[in-house]
């Protein structure tokens, strides 16, 4: 009997085996799309990188003074000129940033951060700041990559589809910007959509999956924490979203209990001990007064009602970059519109133990920026930035899109349609405002990118090509990751029908 697949199936494996290498062009196009310094911080966290390891002649050099290091002008000048001024371009850089060293005070030089991400960083770190900066962009979108697609492969064929959901509606703008960029952010976002579902895997699997799974989990979970001291926090939460999850009342389950669970450990150590951001919990962001007109108990109330806005923000309500590239409007309603619809349709499929990881990780999200903010005395739109609970957003995502028992979720055609045009054209719009800022400052509204360039690498590559690229690279691997997705779920639902097979495992 001949059992090789049908053509369909043959050509459909093919289809998903593109996805990763399409998911590096997109992202790719987005390394490329802003000049050096254009997220969040950089000047901060590219000197951390750069002087990682230590004094090192013409790239880090001891200025006598431990709060100091002297670096190249490049690095800590280079968003200067167009920070917070969106109709500047990147070209001020030529000479803002041009040539020798300087000193600075903006480096993790007395361990504000956790070490590993500038140290693994600094190993790419070289004279050509351009081409170094632009090679660490490039590491976070291949590890990114190559993470999610070992966990596709390791995860039990029913949490692959949750897995293709997860990133489909998770991959917004915020997200690509920062997993694309020289931002400590982008470890705790791969950490925060990897940890809890590789445990979930862990914990359904055996033999040899079950322990790559695992080692999976623990690398992601160390990924983050070695990052940002928050992410450490996410990966507990990750971890014990996993417990609630897949927990049960046998040996096997509870002896597979103790690795998340020493994770969670962990990660909740490392948040207390090491990196002083911990300390922002108890004494939050700087010395305020409390606004006029507030009372601790005002704010308190005022900011836990208005937390959501930072939700909204990671959609595109909050602008890019230094806060200084606003997103249109379709941006913002094409991805929280998908994002939103696909958690509605994702809690169909529920179960107590479902609800109680989601509550557990909507119920972070809500009062942990809360908590801080009262810290800080200020109200939501200060100090708390939509990023700092992306991760947070990505996971609650993931988690609504599980399937649980036999009920699969359900897409017809014309959903699919909607959600990867959503999706694909939010994606679209965003690199070409994010392109536009920086190559002619916002002031141009020129469509074609183009026209009256003013800053660019040195490129033979065009920035409309890149842009055209990019978009359909995006929009490609959204399409087959979403018919994969669907294709994974109607197979599962189909197996379930079938009187004869075993019940599934059940979160």
Known sequence: MNSAPPTSMRRRFKALFLVPALLLIALAAWAVSSPIGSSPDDDFHLTSVWCATGDRPGLCESTGDSETRSVAREIASAPTCYAFKPAESGVCQET????????????????????????????????????????????????????TTVLFWLLPVPRRATLLWSWTIGLIPLTTFLLASNNPSSWAIISAGTVWLSFVGYAESAGWRRVAL?????????????????????????????????????RRALLGAILPAAVVLIMIAGFLFTGRQSGVVTGGFGDHDLPPGFTTGTLALDNLVRVPELWLGTFGTWSLGWLDTPLPGIVTVGSAFVFAGMMFVGI??????????????????????AWILLQSKVPVGYEVQPRYI???????????????????????????VILAVAVSVSNAVALHVNLRRYLTGLDNHDWNLD???????????????????????FGAAIVIAVLEARRLGAVEAARDAEPSTAAPVSA
Do not use: C
């Open 96 to 147: 803002t940033a041009a040539g020798g060293m300087t000193e600075t005070t903006r480096g993790n030089f007395n361990g504000g951060y956790p070490p590993v991400f500038y140290g693994f960083m600094s190993l790419f770190a070289g004279a050509d700041v351009g081409t170094s900066a632009m090679v660490m962009r490039l590491v976070n979108v291949v590890l990114f990559v190559a993470t």
């Open 214 to 250: 695992g080692v999976l989990g623990v690398v992601a979970a160390i990924l983050g924490a070695g990052a940002r001291t928050d992410a450490a926090v996410y990966g507990a939460i990750g971890a014990i979203v996993a417990i609630v999850l897949t927990l049960r009342r046998d």
């Open 348 to 369: 169909a499929s529920s179960s107590l133990r479902k609800w109680l990881a989601l509550a557990l990780v909507i119920g972070a999200a809500w009062t942990l920026p």
């Open 390 to 416: 992306l991760p947070l957003v990505v996971m609650a995502g993931g988690v609504a899109l599980l399937v649980v028992g036999a009920k699969h979720l359900r897409l017809s055609t014309p959903q699919l």
């Open 451 to 473: 026209r009256g360039i003013e800053w660019w690498w040195q490129s033979p590559v065009s920035p409309m090509t890149v842009w055209a690229i990019g978009t359909l690279a």
